[in-house]
C-alpha cells in the first residue's frame, strides 16, 4: 500500500470516530442526536488530525448555543489521536426540519 492510501484509510478511520462522536451529543430538548437532526454541515480531518467541524443550531436563538458546541468539541477531543477541535456555528443554510434523517423523523413523528 501507498503511503498515501494508508494516510486516506487513517483519515477515514478518524473521521468515521468523530461520527460516533457526534451521535453522542444531544440537544437537550430534543431527543434525537445532532448528527441525526442534521445539525452538522461539514466533517474534515485535516493534516495532523486537526478536525473542522460546521454546524448549526436548529434556531439562531436556541437555548444551547453555547453548550451544544462546547460538547461537540468537548467529545472529538476525545478520541485518541486528535489534535486539534475547530467548532464552527453557521446559520447559513438556514436549519430545517428536511435536514433531518429518516431516523431521526421516525423518533420525532414526522413519518
Request: proline content about 7%; hydrophobic content about 40%.
Amino acid at each position: 500500500m501507498s503511503e498515501e492510501t494508508n494516510l486516506k484509510e487513517a483519515s477515514d478511520t478518524l473521521r468515521d470516530k468523530v461520527m460516533y462522536a457526534l451521535k453522542s451529543v444531544y440537544d437537550p430538548e430534543i431527543p434525537v442526536d445532532i448528527y441525526e437532526l442534521g445539525l452538522i454541515y461539514e466533517i474534515s480531518v485535516h493534516p495532523v488530525n486537526n478536525v473542522y467541524i460546521l454546524m448549526t443550531l436548529t434556531s439562531p436563538n436556541c437555548p444551547a448555543a453555547e453548550s451544544i458546541p462546547a460538547e461537540v468539541e468537548a467529545s472529538i477531543k476525545k478520541i485518541e489521536g486528535v489534535n486539534d477541535v475547530n467548532v464552527e456555528i453557521t446559520f447559513d443554510p438556514p436549519y430545517s426540519q428536511d435536514m433531518m434523517s429518516e431516523a431521526a423523523k421516525l423518533e420525532l413523528g414526522f413519518l
